[in-house]
């Protein structure tokens, strides 16, 4: 049986795919063995989710912050991994802003669909976006 690479984070600015062949092992927050692919970012991120489509590749999505750490600098977006270069590289920019965060993706009839929540028209609400991929 093989599982799906996991997404972590365990720092604000750092993001981890955990290939299903690799054991972690934590002891008092720390990585005892690290992941093939930790890419320290440049900006923080939270709320990671990470899924692979059927055509073998890997998409996260993720809360990114700007420079200013507050609510008004918070955006959505989906991010292609490529685990083998340990890189990531935005492919769309979803309307979101304020308090968001908590992207969720499923891959269903041929298409990723990404729920997340976002307070960007003033009141917070749930939004569903089918995710056009390039």
């Known amino acids: 049986m093989r599982l799906a690479p996991k997404l972590l984070r365990r720092r604000q600015n750092s993001i981890w795919v955990r ?7 934590e002891h008092s927050n720390r990585w005892l063995k690290p992941s093939r ?4 970012l ?3 991120v939270g709320g990671p989710d990470m899924i692979q489509i059927p055509d073998g590749r890997l998409v996260a ?3 990114f912050y700007g420079e200013e750490e507050c609510w008004g600098r918070a955006w959505i977006s989906p991010y292609w991994i490529d685990a083998d270069a340990g890189t990531i590289s935005e492919f769309q ?6 308090d968001t965060s908590y992207a969720v993706m499923v891959w269903h009839e041929d298409r990723l669909w990404v729920s997340y929540y ?3 028209e003033k009141k917070t609400s749930i939004y569903l976006a089918r995710v056009r991929l390039t």
């Open 19 to 25: 290939r299903n062949f690799e054991k972690f092992l």
């Open 93 to 98: 920019y979803l309307p979101s802003g304020g």
């Open 118 to 120: 976002s307070s960007h």
């Open 61 to 63: 999505a993720v809360r």
């Open 37 to 40: 692919l930790r890419k320290d």
């Open 42 to 44: 440049a900006v923080r």
